[in-house]
């Protein structure tokens, strides 16, 4: 049977270099499963592959959109299906690896999303000017009175859900809760998980450093440029956001460095929290890159002979 291997895990982990590795041992390439590196000209702020490594593999959804398209979870699901059927062309025994850290994204891969209608650019522009004019706050009011079981729920220090959310209400006239089924997918392939993590401490020092080698790489000058569509949902991310509150005077660099690293530490226990609630995820520490390869081609193993059982 032909199968998925997911390689996921918080932020500055160390999933890159294992990922390199594990596809020019089976001379695959790499679907990348990051919301941020799928967008053109974010390239230090995202950490995206550098052209040496894209050299080196192929990969799929990295720098492929403009700042100002359209795209979601449901949108990647489906784009991922179509190139694993590519991949697998027909083949049983085949395998792909997907990696990432985009939390949705991944569960839409594995798991399937809920069919969620597509919203129109009409709507989208009309609720990002409302967003402008009227503020977060007005809108989560707003989502309270039309949908006050998401409201429940939902982050509201989210921009993009809560926005969302309203955009949906409005196009279709029913809540964004009656689209929530939550139905897991079958999909005809199997899936093995692998979770990367290290040491708290480790891992926090590997993001400070990370978010400091942005800086000298130029991070500064890539946000400056991208000022002009910081109202891009793209651009609503960690090392962007807290460059264009500094452009604004709002505090000093120093500062806004301090926050990006703080901002980033709070994301990677996010993605922790996530990847801790799926019991099929198999966690290594990030270091253990033979025990890794090994693990992968058991399983992979063993999912061929289970198939040649049935």
């Given at each position: 049977?032909?199968?998925?291997?997911?390689?996921?895990?918080?932020?500055?982990?160390?999933?890159?270099?294992?990922?390199?590795?594990?596809a020019?041992?089976?001379?695959?390439?790499?679907?990348?499963?990051?919301?941020?590196?799928?967008y053109s000209?974010?390239?230090?702020g995202?950490?995206?592959p550098?052209e040496?490594q894209?050299?080196?593999?192929?990969?799929?959804?990295?720098?492929?959109?403009?700042?100002?398209?359209?795209?979601?979870?449901?949108m990647?699901?489906?784009?991922?299906?179509?190139?694993?059927?590519?991949?697998?062309d027909?083949?049983?025994d085949?395998?792909?690896?997907?990696?990432?850290g985009?939390?949705?994204?991944?569960?839409a891969?594995?798991n399937?999303?809920?069919?969620?209608?597509?919203?129109?650019?009409?709507?989208r522009?009309?609720m990002k000017q409302?967003?402008?004019?009227?503020?977060?706050?007005?809108?989560?009011?707003?989502?309270?009175?039309m949908?006050?079981?998401?409201?429940a729920?939902?982050?509201?220090h989210?921009?993009?859900?809560?926005?969302?959310?309203?955009e949906?209400?409005?196009?279709?006239?029913?809540?964004?809760?009656?689209?929530?089924?939550?139905?897991?997918?079958?999909?005809?392939?199997a899936?093995?998980?692998?979770?990367?993590?290290?040491?708290?401490e480790?891992?926090?020092?590997?993001?400070?450093?990370?978010?400091?080698?942005?800086?000298?790489a130029?991070?500064?000058?890539?946000?400056?440029?991208?000022?002009?569509?910081?109202?891009?949902?793209?651009?609503?991310?960690?090392?962007?956001?807290e460059?264009?509150a500094?452009?604004?005077?709002?505090?000093?660099?120093?500062?806004?460095?301090?926050?990006?690293?703080?901002?980033?530490?709070?994301?990677?226990?996010?993605?922790?929290?996530?990847?801790?609630?799926?019991?099929?995820?198999?966690?290594?520490?990030?270091?253990?890159?033979?025990?890794?390869m090994?693990?992968?081609?058991?399983?992979?193993?063993?999912?061929?002979?289970?198939?040649?059982?049935?």
């Open positions: 049977m032909n199968t998925l291997v997911v390689i996921t895990g918080p932020t500055a982990v160390g999933k890159t270099d294992l990922c390199l590795d594990i020019e041992s089976y001379g695959i390439p790499i679907i990348n499963a990051d919301s941020r590196q799928i000209d974010m390239h230090i995202t950490a995206s550098t040496e894209l050299r080196r593999v192929k990969h799929y959804f990295v720098g492929n959109l403009h700042l100002g398209d359209y795209y979601n979870a449901s990647f699901e489906q784009d991922v299906l179509h190139v694993l059927e590519k991949e697998f027909g083949r049983n085949h395998i792909a690896l997907m990696t990432g985009s939390m949705m994204y991944i569960d891969v594995c399937g999303i809920d069919d969620i209608p597509t919203i129109t650019d009409d709507v522009q009309w409302r967003l402008e004019s009227e503020g977060l706050e007005r809108l989560c009011e707003e989502l309270r009175l949908d006050p079981e998401y409201y729920i939902v982050d509201r989210n921009t993009r859900r809560v926005v969302h959310a309203l949906i209400c409005h196009q279709t006239g029913n809540t964004f809760t009656s689209y929530r089924v939550r139905e897991r997918k079958h999909r005809p392939f899936i093995v998980k692998i979770a990367l993590n290290r040491e708290r480790v891992l926090y020092e590997r993001i400070n450093r990370r978010v400091d080698s942005m800086m000298a130029g991070l500064e000058d890539e946000a400056r440029r991208l000022l002009p569509y910081r109202h891009e949902n793209a651009l609503n991310t960690v090392g962007y956001k460059l264009f500094y452009f604004d005077g709002i505090w000093p660099l120093d500062e806004a460095v301090e926050r990006i690293k703080g901002n980033t530490r709070r994301y990677a226990r996010k993605q922790l929290t996530w990847f801790k609630r799926d019991p099929a995820v198999r966690w290594f520490d990030a270091d253990d890159n033979k025990e890794i090994t693990y992968i081609s058991q399983e992979w193993s063993k999912i061929q002979k289970t198939t040649e059982v049935r």
